[in-house]
């Protein structure tokens, strides 16, 4: 079965084949032309839809990023928790600020 950009089933591109392979087979080349085209125009909107997809959802996760509130230089401020240097002091959550 034919695969998309990220793996997933894609059955309608099989089934779609089948019939281009069926249409020349029969000699209908301008029916198979058209089938040709559809499958490749599906496959090119699904991969960009992925491609999109994959972008908003890296955007999210930066956006949700964990983060810690921690003193440097006299001063509470929030760091992503990723890039934490061991000498900082990490407020505890709940503590008021």
């Known amino acids: 079965m034919a695969k998309g950009p990220r793996g997933e089933r894609r059955p309608a591109d099989v ?8 249409k020349i087979a029969t000699g209908e080349i301008a029916d198979a032309a058209i089938i040709f085209a ?10 960009w839809q992925s491609f999109r997809s994959g972008i908003a959802v890296r955007r999210l996760r930066e956006g949700v990023a964990p983060t810690a ?10 760091r ?18």
Do not use: F, H, Q
Not at 15 to 22: D, G, S, T, Y
Not at 80 to 97: F, H, S, V
């Open 15 to 22: 089934n779609a084949r089948a019939v281009m392979i069926a």
């Open 38 to 47: 559809i499958v490749v125009m599906s496959s090119a909107i699904a991969y």
């Open 69 to 78: 509130t921690v003193l440097r230089d006299a001063a509470w401020t929030e």
């Open 80 to 97: 992503l928790a990723k890039r934490l240097d061991l000498d900082l002091t990490i407020r505890p959550r709940g503590r008021p600020r």
